[in-house]
């Protein structure tokens, strides 16, 4: 059954605050011989995120799918990106153990196929448009 699923920059702009999501893609060298990227990207075969939806259930952490940053004229297929719900404050011990799964010390990833984002509001209300009735529908595609 297909279901609505909202870009990060709507999730933002309904919670009225900075989010954070997450995107998967193929690991280095892992796809080397497709030149569109992540275009091809098949989620449901991605391990790590299998993994880590199974620790932010452990965890308590609550995520649901989410498009990315929606940009005008552009549609998109959705590629298993997560929204987490929680806002971006570093003193937030949810927040810390997410960023200790998922960053080194130096602040880089530990896992090259898993991108570790966040929207600030300001941005996303760049967007403010797009949540007008019949925005989406109207789209000249």
């Not at 605050?17 to 997450?22: A, E, G, I």
């Not at 003193?91 to 984002?117: A, C, H, M, R």
């Amino acid at each position: 059954m297909p279901m609505v699923i909202d870009y990060i920059d709507k999730i933002a702009r309904e919670k009225q605050r900075d989010v954070l999501y997450l995107e998967f893609r193929h690991p280095p060298g892992a796809n080397a011989d497709d030149d569109k990227g992540n275009l091809f990207f098949d989620y449901r075969q991605c391990e790590i995120r299998e993994t880590l939806l199974q620790w932010f259930e452990e965890n308590h952490i609550a995520v649901r799918p989410c498009g990315p940053f929606a940009q005008e004229g552009l549609l998109e297929s959705y590629r298993g990106q997560l929204y987490l719900d929680m806002p971006f404050d570093k003193s937030n011990p949810d927040y810390q153990k997410i960023e200790n799964l998922l960053e080194n010390e130096d602040g880089s990833p530990k896992f090259p196929e898993v991108g570790f984002f966040y929207v600030k509001l300001k941005d996303a209300m760049k967007n403010a448009h797009h949540d007008e009735p019949g925005y989406w529908e109207n789209m000249d595609w």
